[in-house]
């Protein structure tokens, strides 16, 4: 283990490698957390859009159970086919 920080620190060789890694380290992190963040982004907008068909769900049900027996009935019927 000692030979090799020697030889990285050592060398001109292995400074140009001893760089290369660390640029190849910092792209390689840049990369992983950019797309964890985009994970994250799509996870929240896939959240918010259940949100929105719950709240829209809750206000028609709202909306149906205020009504009467009749308007309900007639609401429904739009929804069925004569047979």
């Not at 060789?13 to 792209?27: M, P, Q």
Request: without cysteine.
């Amino acid at each position: 283990m000692i030979n090799v920080i020697a030889w990285l620190i050592g060398s001109k060789t292995g400074r140009y490698v001893s760089v290369a890694g660390i640029a190849l380290a910092i792209v390689f992190i840049v990369a992983w957390r950019l797309w964890a963040y985009g994970r994250a982004s799509l996870r929240a907008e896939i959240a918010v859009e259940g949100m929105k068909r719950l709240q829209n769900a809750i206000k028609e049900k709202d909306r149906i159970s205020g009504m009467s027996a009749d308007e309900r009935r007639r609401f429904v019927s739009r929804f069925l086919r004569p047979d």
